[in-house]
Nanobody, 126 residues
Framework: QVRLVESGGGLVQPGGSLRLSCAAS????????AGWYRQTPGKERELVAG???????NYAESVKGRFTISRDNAKNTVYLQMNSLKPEDTAVYSC????????????????????WGQGTQVTVSS
């Protein structure tokens, strides 16, 4: 009933830009903390950027100054603007969000669950 869908990935040349979107759908009350992660073969998944409900952000050292995470609460969407892309940025990027949703129940009308999207491939290559 609650879904996260990433979009915006693709093939881009070094120095190029991409904007990833993470759209949540369903009976959503609010999205609390959200983040973008990435993973490549042989590496553990790492946090790229995170954003709190209030808009506070944090970034991996390797992407500071190049990536920007933002959110549009009205659209239940989180974005990752990626500029000055490097080959080492190549990875599957996944969105994670703590979502408060309406359960449909009367006694317990809300619940908060951490959701993952399916991921979107970003390839930086010439």
């Amino acid at each position: 009933q609650v879904r996260l869908v990433e979009s915006g990935g693709g093939l881009v040349q070094p120095g190029g830009s991409l904007r990833l979107s993470c759209a949540a759908s369903g009976s959503i009350r609010s999205i609390n903390r959200a983040g973008w992660y990435r993973q490549t073969p042989g590496k553990e998944r790492e946090l790229v950027a995170g954003i709190s409900l209030g808009g506070s952000t944090n970034y991996a050292e390797s992407v500071k100054g190049r990536f920007t995470i933002s959110r549009d609460n009205a659209k239940n969407t989180v974005y990752l603007q990626m500029n000055s892309l490097k080959p080492e940025d190549t990875a599957v990027y996944s969105c994670n969000a703590d979502i408060v949703y309406y359960t449909g129940g009367y006694i317990h009308p809300y619940d908060e669950v951490s959701y993952w999207g399916q991921g979107t491939q970003v390839t930086v290559s010439s």
